[in-house]
């Protein structure tokens, strides 16, 4: 009996140190390391870029919801690699946007859409990541998004990044 108390005891410490890990200040990046077997600055540097361009997309009352839910998300700002100031495919999309009339509707929003796409794989490709990578960590960052603020901060992001 007393054997199979220790067991509940030693399960019982494994599970809760599992839940305070992705609990903890570092749980996406936890995540993400775990998941997708990035190193930790490569891992902080694309949660960063994904947030960095969620933050051009939305407004900032939009943002700070998402903030609010994701508290890291603010620390992992810092980590974000520096944008190019112009070339490769951001460079490219982000004129056509321009020429189009810039941020909202029809072809000049996709262009925007494609131009910020092409921002994180630039971001991903400074990270020794390739543009892949893009397609792996949104699903992870969406998904702890909406763990930690429900389907509405999810949704905010996904607007943001798609």
């Keep these: 009996m007393k054997l199979l108390q220790k067991a509940v005891v030693v399960l019982a410490i494994l599970l809760g140190s599992t ?19 990035v190193t ?6 694309g949660a960063g870029a994904i947030f960095s361009q969620a933050k051009k997309n939305l407004s ?8 609010d839910a994701v508290p890291e998300a603010t620390s992992l700002l810092d980590k974000a690699p520096e944008p190019k100031d112009s070339g490769g ?7 056509v946007s321009s020429a189009l ?3 909202g509707a029809g072809l000049g929003g996709a262009a925007a859409t494609v131009g910020g796409m092409g921002a994180l794989s630039e971001s991903f490709s400074s990270l020794g990541m390739n543009s892949d990578m893009v397609g792996k960590f949104v699903p992870i960052v ?3 998004a909406q763990s930690k603020g429900g389907d509405t ?3 905010l992001l996904k607007g943001a990044l798609m």
């Design 89 to 95: 495919m951001a460079g490219t999309m982000g004129g």
């Design 60 to 67: 900032p009352g939009e943002y700070t919801q998402v903030s």
């Design 153 to 155: 901060v999810m949704n």
């Design 142 to 144: 969406l998904d702890y």
């Design 19 to 37: 839940a305070l890990s992705f609990a903890g200040g570092s749980g996406l990046v936890g995540l993400l390391t775990q998941q997708l077997g």
């Design 40 to 45: 930790t600055p490569q891992a902080e540097g």
């Design 101 to 103: 009339g810039g941020s």
